[in-house]
């Protein structure tokens, strides 16, 4: 009989992170999303194939190199563990990868726009430039995933893609961070197709960013 591990850290973090999207409103219909946590340079957790009363137990260990290491997985992640996966290779202090169909930033990668930073939100946690869009594959196809690390290399500093006809995958350095980042897309998304109605969302002044670090640092200080 194999012994059951004790849920990680990262394991209690994931699933908080997991109901946090629902509770935050930034699930569409479907309420379809992965989730993954790394565990070490070689392995992270990854959700099931669902979210919806998602429990530590649940989640599956896999290897970057596609291997299914401990736990069970429905078809619809085993063709997204590659999706996880160069993410992981691309960008090493990355802890946490959060992929969603959040319907407006769905619009925006539906039409192939480019999200851009203009609330204090997405600049404060983790994304201040625009959410750059990643041209449409099957999701975990080659095409797809070649497409997601030739963006992570052109950006070299973007904690979130839009994937093309698709969503959004956000990453960061652990899981409530992450979830942070996707609520904060997903108002901006909100916030951009609203201000559509009034004339337009303007940027922010130049120095914004630094201006947000030093009121920042006053305030830890
Ligand atoms: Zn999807």
Redesign the pocket.
């Known amino acids: 009989m194999t012994e059951t591990p004790t849920p990680s850290k990262q394991a209690h973090q994931l699933v908080e992170a997991a109901d946090n999207l629902f509770t935050t409103g930034v699930m569409s219909h479907s309420g ?1 999303a ?1 989730l993954s946590a790394r565990l070490d340079g070689d392995r992270f957790l990854l959700t099931p194939g669902f979210v919806r009363g998602l429990r530590p137990e649940h989640l599956a260990t896999v290897s970057l190199d596609g291997q299914l290491l401990e736990g069970e997985l429905r078809s619809v992640s085993t063709e ?1 563990i590659a999706m996880h996966s160069a993410v992981y290779r691309a960008r090493p202090q990355v802890g946490a990868i959060i ?1 969603t ?1 959040s319907p407006a930033a769905t619009a925006f990668a539906v039409a192939h726009r480019p999200l851009p930073c203009r609330t204090e939100p997405m600049l404060r946690f983790g994304q201040p430039e625009d959410v750059p869009v990643v041209p449409w594959g099957p ?1 975990g196809s080659d095409v797809s995933v070649r497409g997601i690390a030739d963006v992570l290399r052109l950006r070299p500093t973007t904690s979130a893609v839009l ?1 093309a006809n ?2 959004l995958l956000v990453f960061g350095p652990d899981s409530p961070a992450t979830a942070h980042l996707v609520v904060a897309i997903e108002e901006s998304a909100e916030a951009e197709l609203a201000a559509a109605a009034l004339g337009g969302a303007v940027d922010f002044p130049a120095g914004a960013l630094e201006a947000v670090r030093a009121s920042i640092a006053r305030v830890a200080s």
Do not use: A, V
Request: charged share 10%.
């Open positions: 379809h992965n997204i992929h169909h999701r994937l698709h969503g």
